[in-house]
């Protein structure tokens, strides 16, 4: 296994950086001394994350800006450039997590997860891409997800954001190669980040929160985020093509390859045992799980969901009513426009509320 590279003073970007599993890859990155650019849609959620990775240390530029508008690509790597002169890592971390029924779908659902989840990330390695070229160095890692290499029932939104943009890491590896500039794919599997807290949720929403709560819970079914999150960063520093974070996933992940047929069937009975039925179209965008009450009484629930809200507490998943509203640059740098939302040139970037980002 390759020796890993000291990261020391390296230039990191990390897109949806305000809570989970980004603020936890931002604070490993810190802990190696590199200057950060952190962005998310929030203000106040950014503004409290930065503050606490300034509290421990951490060298951080907050941007806020929504990573699905077509400027902000190259508006968060000339923020790098005019910071730092440089840019040498960028993860792509920004999603959103949809469950329910197709039933309950509709096409918005799948352009808002594929405008956050595969066009998001490869804009932003098409514009990085060419500043680590010239500068002979850099790194390009994507957060992709288990339901990038198996489609899952009741999240077909986001599987197919997530397959999407595994094709384009691994094929973008595959044209670059070894290096200078490396493409990292990481899948992971459930991790307890709290996500279920933000995630959305149609069709028979209660019983669909209480079913990915519990999965986003559970120590046997899902992981570690910290632990997650140190992994990560070993498998950048190691340059490595691909890291799929459990031996559950990996074994998944073979599975899909060898007997896709299978594994759909053994997919579709755990839909028919265990997953609510459809029941009816659902709203557009779903019920956030914060406004949600579960489908088991409330203390057993809390109960076997405890190791979840406990990371939501502790990695700002939680509910919070904060402001909205935003410049586009905060923290340490401000908006060379002068305006509360602008791209280069100028223009106002839109103001439309797709996934978090």
Known sequence: MRTPDDIRGEVALITGASRGLGLLLARELARHSCPLIICARNQGELDR????LRAAGAEVTAIACDVTDEGSAQLLVDAALQRYGRLDIVISNA?????GP???????HYETALNTMALAPVRLALTALPVMRSQGHGRIVTIASIGGKLSVP???PYSTAKFAVVGFSEGLRAELGSG???????VPGLMRTGSHEQARFTGQAGKEFTWFALGASLPLLSMDAERAARQIIGAIRRRRAEIILTPAGQLVSRLAGIAPGLAGQVL???QQLALPAPNGDGDDQGT????LNPALPRRAFDRLTILGRAAASRFNERYARLPLRRPLFAGSTSCPHRSQSCQPGGRALSRRAPARG
């Open 95 to 99: 999603g959103i997590i949809q469950v």
């Open 102 to 108: 197709v039933q309950a779908s509709d096409v918005a």
């Open 49 to 52: 994350a930065a503050g606490q």
């Open 180 to 186: 200078p500039v490396t493409v990292t794919t990481v």
């Open 288 to 291: 956030p799980g914060h406004e």
């Open 154 to 156: 009741h999240l077909l």
């Open 268 to 270: 579709h009975l755990t």
